[in-house]
């Protein structure tokens, strides 16, 4: 089954420890996008990537960093810099051309 | 900047009520126009789509009609389900692709 896959679904980390999330997608989509979205609120653009090796600063990209070495992931790193990281995190990808975008199940970062 | 105006929550129903909930967005270029549903402790599903003046999207009973002149795109369901509760968002996305313009969201909840 086609699809894009978030790992783990819940996390838990120690304040001022960096953690990386994971999102995977093999639709063959050339565009993937980092969310956070906050308890009762709307999503808000972390950083998005239209192709390989290359990735753009969304809205709130101070605290994070990504990586995209390869079409089918889209790491982020939630680091230390990041004063708020508790949150849920979403990844999305989408095809170049036209811009629907399809979820993953979303990540719960809880910071200790 | 582009824009997305959601008629605000949380709405309360009751099973096999009518269902509209407001969505505006702002007027330039030429946005497809989008409505996702997100059930709780999930990642975002599309629920329908319109890409162009009057075309209407409909699915699971839902519909909404990309309205210029009014510059909406309201949802509407017939009769409501327990199992329609969840929170609802309205997005926009622009011709060239990439970002993706989120409403704020609107919980419903469906009681029996």
């Known amino acids: 089954d086609g699809g894009i896959t978030q790992s783990p679904k819940y996390l838990f980390r120690k304040e001022g420890q960096n953690v990386t999330l994971s999102c995977e997608q093999n639709?063959?989509?050339?565009?993937m996008y980092w969310y956070r979205q906050d308890p009762g609120q709307g999503l808000r653009l972390i950083y998005y990537?239209?192709?390989?090796?290359?990735?753009q600063k969304g809205d709130i990209a101070e605290g994070y960093s990504v990586s995209r070495e390869k079409k089918e992931s889209f790491p982020l790193t939630v680091t230390s810099a990041q004063k708020n990281p508790t949150a849920f995190y979403l990844c999305?990808?989408?095809?170049?051309?036209?811009?629907?975008?399809?979820f993953g199940p979303g990540t719960r970062l809880t910071v200790l | 900047g582009n824009s997305v105006t959601q008629m605000e929550g949380p709405v309360t129903l009751s099973e096999e009520a009518f269902l509209t909930i407001n969505c505006t967005y702002t007027?330039?270029?030429?946005?497809?126009l989008f409505w996702y549903v997100q059930y709780p402790g999930e990642g975002l599903q599309l629920l329908l789509k319109?890409?162009?003046?009057?075309d209407k999207g409909s699915n699971k009973g839902f519909e909404a009609t990309y309205r210029k002149e009014t510059t909406s795109f309201h949802l509407e369901k017939g009769s409501v389900q327990v199992s329609d509760s969840a929170v609802y968002f309205c997005?926009?996305?622009?011709?060239?692709?990439?970002?993706?313009?989120f409403g704020e969201g609107t919980q419903l909840t469906v009681n029996p």
């Open positions: 999305a990808s989408s095809t170049a051309s036209y811009n629907e975008q399809f």
């Open positions: 639709l063959n989509h050339d565009a």
């Open positions: 990537s239209q192709i390989v090796n290359d990735f």
């Open positions: 007027a330039t270029g030429y946005p497809s």
């Open positions: 319109a890409t162009k003046a009057d």
């Open positions: 997005l926009r996305g622009e011709t060239s692709g990439s970002r993706l313009t």
